[in-house]
């Protein structure tokens, strides 16, 4: 195995990583619907503008009870209570549970008012009055559960006015979610970079083109447009630049509207490197070569246009 070659203008991985950065400026922020905005950044504190659960719920399906109603139940003297109503999910209820009452509640459902329990239906008797084709208007409680048990109380996830993901959180497929719950249908997101892509080399044929002697089809463009498409940005393939300075300085203009421009070979110590060249004309480079292998050759830095504007 070689050795690096070390010289005083290279960098290592890390130095270069910093260099990129510190010449890479924040993007402007966009509103962008939530479903498209994976894998983007927050550009702002998102705030709940509720509590969430916006009320007291049902963790379970059951019975909404008074605790002081059940105590003291079990299978040998299990607490019988009359049964006033039923409670779905989505639905305001209308009656209260008073003394030796009972409302029948679904998973969601908002407690009605006089309630401070849910017992599960694996703690009552429904099963057995339902086989034997008995009516649900009474109720068997086989076992005392704590006070609040199987309750959700408002506020429990989410309180309003609290941050729930701080600006700079990259929004995965759960952080999506948790936006959706808080009724946002769209969100305030750094903008995805546009990241033009140019191949260079006389070898290079376009994959659509036919194959030819001495000629090698581009692949690089593809492989670093996927790339950049993978984690989040817009990829614009530029084509091939050829190796004479027209064509390079050509397709680099047409690079000049992306917020980066990747091109691929002729930054190396060849004839016909020119890439080298034509960027130390047209740029600000912050370095040429980097301590790693492959790609030790690699230039990074700012690119003018033809009439000198960045």
């Known amino acids: 195995m070689h050795a690096h070659q070390r010289t005083p203008d290279m960098l290592s991985v890390e130095e270069a990583r910093e260099k990129i950065l510190a010449l890479s400026?924040?993007?402007?922020?966009?509103?962008?619907?939530?479903?498209?905005?994976?894998?983007?950044?927050?550009?702002?504190?998102?705030?709940?503008?509720?509590?969430?659960?916006?009320?007291?719920?049902?963790?379970?399906?059951?019975?909404?009870?008074?605790?002081?109603?059940?105590?003291?139940?079990?299978?040998?003297?299990?607490?019988?209570?009359?049964v006033i109503g039923l409670v779905a999910a989505g639905q305001l209820p209308v009656q209260e549970v008073r003394s030796g009452t009972a409302i029948r509640i679904m998973t969601g459902a908002l407690i009605p008012p006089g309630a401070d329990t849910v017992i599960p239906f694996e703690e009552t008797d429904e099963l057995e009055?339902?086989?034997?084709?008995?009516?649900?208007?009474?109720?068997?409680?086989?076992?005392?559960?704590?006070?609040?048990?199987?309750?959700?109380?408002?506020?429990?996830?989410?309180?309003?006015?609290?941050?729930?993901?701080?600006?700079?959180?990259?929004?995965?497929?759960?952080?999506?979610?948790?936006?959706?719950?808080?009724?946002?249908a769209t969100v305030n997101v750094v903008r995805r970079p546009v990241v033009a892509v140019l191949a260079t080399g006389d070898e290079l044929l376009e994959p659509s083109q036919p194959l030819e002697p001495a000629k090698i089809y581009d692949s690089n463009s593809y492989s670093v447009a996927s790339l950049v498409r993978r984690y989040g940005g817009v990829p614009q393939v530029l084509g091939i630049a050829r190796d004479n300075l027209d064509s390079m300085n050509a397709m680099l203009d047409m690079g000049l509207t992306s917020d980066m421009l990747i091109t691929t070979a002729g930054v190396s110590k060849g004839d016909y490197d020119i890439v080298k060249d034509?960027?130390?004309?047209?740029?600000?480079?912050?370095?040429w070569s980097v301590r790693m292998r492959p790609a030790k050759p690699l230039a990074f830095g700012v690119l003018r246009g033809s009439g000198g504007h960045s």
Do not use: C, W
């Open 129 to 184: 009055r339902t086989a034997a084709g008995r009516p649900l208007d009474e109720i068997a409680i086989l076992r005392e559960v704590g006070k609040g048990d199987s309750v959700r109380p408002a506020a429990e996830d989410v309180r309003r006015g609290e941050i729930i993901l701080p600006k700079g959180t990259v929004l995965r497929p759960s952080e999506v979610g948790v936006l959706a719950s808080l009724g946002n």
């Open 25 to 82: 400026p924040v993007l402007e922020a966009e509103d962008t619907p939530l479903l498209d905005a994976l894998g983007q950044v927050l550009a702002e504190d998102a705030v709940a503008g509720f509590d969430l659960p916006p009320a007291d719920n049902s963790a379970m399906d059951g019975y909404a009870v008074r605790h002081a109603d059940i105590t003291g139940a079990g299978p040998d003297q299990p607490k019988v209570l009359t």
């Open 278 to 287: 034509v960027l130390a004309e047209r740029g600000k480079i912050a370095f």
